[in-house]
T-cell receptor
């Protein structure tokens, strides 16, 4: 499998649930990203990892917890979410962190009930 | 703070027309600008990336230009096809982040 993959593609969870989103890249890249895309809003960068170290956290609430165990995998752990957290969550990777082209996965459509 | 604006928000054209999508940004200190395509409910597909030192990039029927000093980029699509129907996103790379516009939703009718 090539490119950037994300699982699950769709997720419905209650506000008290705990779930995780998974992203995997098969491009040999060293940087990975989580973005949130809400309806009628631009994509918002949430987290940036470079060589498994978090280099950016854009004021994201603590109910979102990222994890990068190696340069190919990125997780987003979710707990006690709010309905306004419903959105498309996109993962991306790039060769290095910085001015490199980013490649995106298909996204996880999250609905919080 | 960088702000990216895309005009128009939506565009509907008949098949075969040439069209231009516009993107403007407020801070000209950028590393590059990237155009993406997004199909409904799907992820982003990179179309073209223009480095700050470049003026344009071409790929097939697509041509993107960049005027960094005026904070503008255009995406030109020649001989549009129904398969071009999608949302087109412009993103500007600054020192620490990639800032996106809200996109232009394009519909090409047969």
């Amino acid at each position: 499998e090539t490119g950037v993959t994300q699982t699950p593609r769709h997720l419905v969870m209650g506000m008290t649930n705990k779930k995780s989103l998974k992203c995997e890249q098969h491009l040999g890249h060293n940087a990975m990203y989580w973005y949130k895309q809400s309806a009628k809003k631009p994509l918002e960068l949430m987290f940036v990892y470079s060589l498994e170290e978090r280099v950016e956290n854009n004021s994201v609430p603590s109910r979102f917890s990222p994890e990068c165990p190696n340069s190919s995998h990125l997780f987003l752990h979710l707990h006690t979410l709010q309905p306004e957290d419903s959105a498309l969550y996109l993962c991306a990777s790039s060769q290095e962190e910085g001015s490199y082209e980013q490649y995106f996965g298909p996204g996880t459509r999250l609905t919080v009930t | 703070k960088q702000e990216v604006t895309q005009i128009p928000a939506a565009l509907s054209v008949p098949e075969g027309e040439n069209l231009v999508l516009n993107c403007s940004f407020t801070d000209s200190a950028i590393y590059n600008l990237q155009w993406f395509r997004q199909d409904p409910g799907k992820g982003l597909t990179s179309l073209l990336l223009i480095q700050s030192s470049q003026r344009e990039q071409t790929s097939g029927r697509l041509n993107a230009s960049l005027d960094k000093s005026s904070g503008r980029s255009t995406l030109y699509i020649a001989a549009s096809q129904p398969g071009d129907s999608a949302t087109y996103l412009c993103a500007v790379r600054g020192y620490s982040t990639l800032t996106f516009g809200k996109g232009t939703m394009l519909l090409v009718s047969p």
